[in-house]
């Protein structure tokens, strides 16, 4: 499936790439037929006939979400390669399709129209749009899904390297990866996974062991050869730099990105692949579907209401943060009367509802003076727009951003790195991103700061596992210290099922703390009381541990509920802190 996510990694070339290309001879058109003039059209430019009165596209900005390209080579309405150049139809959600012609080529083109709008009929594709579009940027849509379609020919390629590329991601989608890990030392290298939130190694004859010019050929050649123009670091692949990129790729049905990473080491390398994918592989209609409790799903919707300060989510890696972002824009009510503005370094998705997504890629040398923030800091302000998805804060620039568009009325929503809300602060000010803490416990700058972490859910094998009597010592010390019943606690099961590939946990459930700042809060912030601060907060809550009310309650309580009602194993809990170190602030009257 081909999305607008993709067209959005060629954003920033479409006014450039069709400018190098060459353009093709213009042969000479054929007499107009005599007639009457139709009203509303303008004289084609050279050709002695009038054009239709129809818009021009400028950009792919202009056009509904992209799904596929339906004229292109091996496509459902495929078009004579001649045409090409100056026809192309889009498909769109819903079975609506876009055509767009050149309008200098419009006397040669209009001959085929016709008979491509009747194919179209007869498959129940409805055309909601047709248009001028320049040959520049007719080119840069056809470039996108060529591009893809590299990746989609991988399988069959003679290579190699790109078969076992392509064995390797595969692997990770049919398994339900969210990354891919290959670390290489020495002659030797493994290729891990990370499913249901905890690495394993590659199951198979070579149990993820390959050697080191394996490894080598084959992430080379995707580097190489796959990645996406304008999202690499450096022109090739070496073992010997940090590199980052995006890769589109295709299995099967399943359309992706690939964000790529790969670092030097003391005996080797290593390649860290996150699995993107483009359509969403797991439906949510609610906070809830994701493991937000209803007091939590109702904090955001509180928030969507006021559109003002910034609702920030951080976490610390693989911890869903870009997904609760994007699903938060995705279900605020009458989006579409809402100018939403996505900022991403990179572009890793298309998201509903936006009306622009602009991919960034950060320069290299931190001493230049026209970083990439600052140049798009101008072009949002005079954008009109009303909410602004800025992606992730991680440095100067970003923050400054972020600032100056939270000053200017509008809601900001960003994500960092921090593992939990009291640390959000700390990140935020800290040398690297530089907020003072002056103008983070400013009135009206927050809106909402969300912590969240991702944790394994029980396999369904596992509701005969009771952990009353598999771990009986663990359970009797919960019942003790935090006065809960442990009935219904269960772990995994060991082995698991075929359902769970033998894992005994099957998908992952949020665990989130989340806090609406209060002036009495934001007072003792600046005063430098974090302690007291962190009392305010977690006062509000009911003090009980087997309540789904989370307001004052930490991520450690919210897992400790979810072993609670047995969604996941307790065990799951003390990832985020020991039951016997965990700080119990109020009694339960």
């Given amino acids: 499936m081909f999305t607008s996510s993709h067209l959005g990694k060629w954003f920033s070339r479409l006014f450039i790439d069709g400018a190098n290309s060459a353009r093709p001879q213009r042969t000479a058109a054929p007499r107009a037929a005599a007639g009457r003039p139709a009203p509303g059209r303008t004289a084609a430019p050279g050709q002695g006939m009038t054009l239709p009165n129809w818009a021009r596209v400028q950009s792919v900005a202009e056009l509904p979400v992209i799904h596929r390209i339906y004229t292109a080579a091996k496509a459902d309405f495929e078009v004579p390669e001649s045409l090409r150049p100056f026809l192309v139809v889009t498909g769109h959600e819903g079975g609506t399709a876009s055509v767009l012609i050149d309008p200098d080529s419009y006397i040669q083109v209009s001959r085929h129209v016709d008979s491509l709008r009747e194919r179209l009929r007869k498959a129940q594709v409805r055309v909601a749009k047709t248009a001028f579009a320049d040959r520049d940027l007719i080119a840069a849509i056809y470039k996108t899904e060529h591009h893809e379609a590299l990746a989609d020919d991988v399988a069959t390629s003679s290579s190699e390297e790109s078969r076992l590329f392509?064995?390797?991601?595969?692997?990770?989608?049919?398994?339900?990866?969210?990354?891919?890990?290959?670390?290489?030392?020495?002659?030797?290298?493994?290729?891990?996974?990370?499913?249901?939130?905890?690495?394993?190694?590659?199951?198979?004859?070579?149990?993820?062991?390959?050697?080191?010019?394996?490894?080598?050929?084959?992430?080379?050649?995707?580097?190489?050869?796959?990645?996406?123009?304008?999202?690499?670091?450096?022109?090739?692949?070496?073992?010997?730099?940090?590199?980052?990129?995006?890769?589109?790729?295709?299995?099967?049905?399943?359309?992706?990105?690939?964000?790529?990473?790969?670092?030097?080491?003391?005996?080797?390398?290593?390649?860290?692949?996150?699995?993107?994918?483009?359509?969403?592989?797991?439906?949510a209609d609610r906070f809830q579907d994701f493991g937000y409790e209803d007091d939590q799903a109702e904090m955001f919707a509180r928030v969507a209401r006021t559109r003002k300060g910034m609702i920030l989510i951080v976490g610390e890696t693989n911890s869903g943060k870009s997904t609760a972002l994007t699903h938060y824009i995705e279900s605020l009510p009458e989006r579409d009367k809402l100018n939403i503005i996505m900022v991403e370094d990179p572009t890793e998705k298309a998201v509903d509802g936006t009306s622009l997504q602009i991919s960034l890629q950060r320069t290299?040398?931190?001493?230049?003076?026209?970083?990439?923030?600052?140049?798009?800091?101008?072009?949002?302000?005079?954008?009109?727009?009303?909410?602004?998805?800025?992606?992730?804060?991680?440095?100067?620039?970003?923050?400054?951003?972020?600032?100056?568009?939270?000053?200017?009325?509008?809601?900001?929503?960003?994500?960092?790195?921090?593992?939990?809300?009291?640390?959000?602060?700390?990140?935020?000010?800290?040398?690297?991103?530089?907020?003072?803490?002056?103008?983070?416990?400013?009135?009206?700058?927050?809106?909402?700061?969300?912590?969240?972490?991702?944790?394994?859910?029980?396999?369904?094998?596992?509701?005969?596992?009771?952990?009353?009597?598999?771990?009986?010592?663990?359970?009797?010390?919960?019942?003790?210290?935090?006065?809960?019943?442990?009935?219904?606690?269960?772990?995994?099961?060991?082995?698991?099922?075929?359902?769970?590939?033998?894992?005994?946990?099957?998908?992952?459930?949020?665990?989130?703390?989340?806090?609406?700042?209060?002036r009495n809060f934001l007072q003792a912030m600046r005063r430098n009381d974090d302690f007291e601060a962190e009392r305010i907060w977690r006062s509000e809550g009911d003090k009980r541990f087997d309540s789904p009310n989370m307001r004052g309650k930490t991520m450690f309580e919210h897992a400790l509920y979810k072993a609670y009602i047995g969604l996941i194993d307790p065990r799951q809990v003390e990832t985020f802190e020991l039951f016997d170190q965990y700080e119990i602030m109020f009694e339960a009257a």
């Fill in 166 to 283: 392509d064995t390797f991601i595969r692997y990770g989608i049919e398994n339900g990866a969210t990354d891919l890990h290959v670390v290489v030392k020495g002659q030797h290298g493994v290729v891990k996974y990370r499913i249901d939130g905890e690495m394993e190694v590659m199951k198979g004859p070579t149990k993820g062991v390959y050697t080191r010019e394996q490894l080598h050929g084959a992430f080379g050649y995707a580097y190489n050869k796959l990645m996406a123009d304008r999202t690499g670091s450096h022109s090739s692949f070496t073992s010997e730099n940090f590199q980052s990129c995006m890769i589109p790729y295709r299995v099967g049905e399943k359309a992706m990105n690939l964000r790529w990473q790969s670092s030097r080491g003391f005996e080797g390398f290593t390649v860290y692949i996150r699995f993107l994918m483009k359509d969403k592989t797991f439906k």
């Fill in 364 to 518: 290299l040398s931190v001493e230049s003076d026209k970083t990439p923030f600052r140049e798009v800091q101008g072009v949002l302000m005079r954008s009109d727009p009303c909410i602004i998805a800025q992606g992730e804060i991680r440095d100067i620039d970003s923050g400054t951003c972020a600032k100056t568009l939270l000053e200017s009325g509008h809601q900001v929503l960003a994500t960092s790195h921090a593992p939990g809300v009291m640390d959000a602060f700390v990140r935020l000010t800290s040398s690297e991103i530089g907020f003072s803490m002056e103008t983070l416990t400013r009135p009206r700058f927050w809106s909402l700061v969300v912590a969240q972490s991702l944790v394994p859910r029980l396999c369904t094998c596992s509701q005969d596992e009771h952990a009353d009597e598999t771990i009986p010592h663990i359970t009797a010390f919960i019942r003790e210290r935090f006065r809960i019943d442990t009935s219904n606690m269960r772990t995994k099961k060991e082995g698991g099922c075929a359902l769970c590939g033998g894992r005994g946990t099957k998908g992952l459930t949020v665990v989130a703390e989340m806090y609406q700042p209060t």
